[in-house]
């Protein structure tokens, strides 16, 4: 256990540029809306910062990957299965994300905290996180299953986009089949526009927790996999 926390700590210090980069883009992006912007066309403008999260996660997954796959001789000498090392960069992100995320709730929750009090306020903030989250690390781990196969083989010749963009249509395609929703579908997103007027009425059953769940965990195995594979010696 002690091995793999310093392993966390390792891996978030790699991703500390970005996580300051992201930062900074946040507070830019704050002072800029409340320097042009006035009554709801500043909510609006920070609340779109605060779902760019969607991204965000996915985007410092692949940027800590890609750094770490410029040395990834090194994993050879590293005592620890390839799940473990993955789930280390993940942690990360999503460590890294929940801080920006509480960094550009402040702005738009003092906006709105005058009219929906405190307690709602938070109700709204923490059910709009749980949601974000959920939906990022899906995306994010289709990215990493993605990045792992370019990394493990070599396509070569400029055509990995090829093969990125085709696995990408083909995940997000599967889970709209009908077939595929008879058993796990136990539940579909929400109206996310009702997400600020419900706030934590919003039920969590509402996560497509089936379907999304089996979709990331089988990123995460083939991953892993497919990494264990390329690092055996």
Do not use: N
Not at 24 to 49: P, R
Not at 149 to 165: E, H
């Amino acid at each position: 256990m002690y091995g793999w926390l310093m392993m966390v700590r390792k891996d978030f210090r790699l991703g500390l540029p970005w996580l300051w980069t992201g930062s900074l883009f946040i507070v830019c992006g704050h002072l800029s809306v409340a320097w042009l912007l006035e009554g709801q066309e500043q909510l609006l403008a920070t609340l779109y910062l605060l779902f760019s999260h969607l991204l965000f996660f996915g985007l410092y997954l692949i940027l800590t990957l890609s750094a770490e796959a410029q040395q990834l001789h090194q994993w050879l000498h590293v005592p620890r299965p390839a799940w473990q090392l993955l789930l280390s960069k993940i942690w990360c992100a999503l460590l890294a994300a929940t801080l920006t995320f509480v960094l550009s709730s402040l702005y738009p929750f003092s906006l709105l905290v005058d009219g929906i009090g405190w307690v709602t306020g938070l109700e709204r903030f923490f059910t709009a996180y749980l949601h974000l989250t959920w939906f990022a690390l899906r995306f994010g781990l289709i990215l990493m299953l993605i990045f792992v196969l370019q990394t493990v083989f070599s396509f070569g010749k400029g055509k990995d986009w090829i093969l990125g963009l085709s696995l990408l249509l083909l995940i997000l395609f599967v889970p709209s089949v009908s077939s595929w929703i008879l058993p796990v579908g136990w539940g579909g997103w929400p109206d996310w526009v009702q997400l600020f007027e419900q706030g934590a009425a919003l039920p969590l059953s509402t996560l497509a927790i089936g379907g999304d769940g089996l979709l990331m965990g089988a990123c995460f195995t083939a991953s892993s996999w497919l990494l264990e594979k390329r690092t055996e010696v």
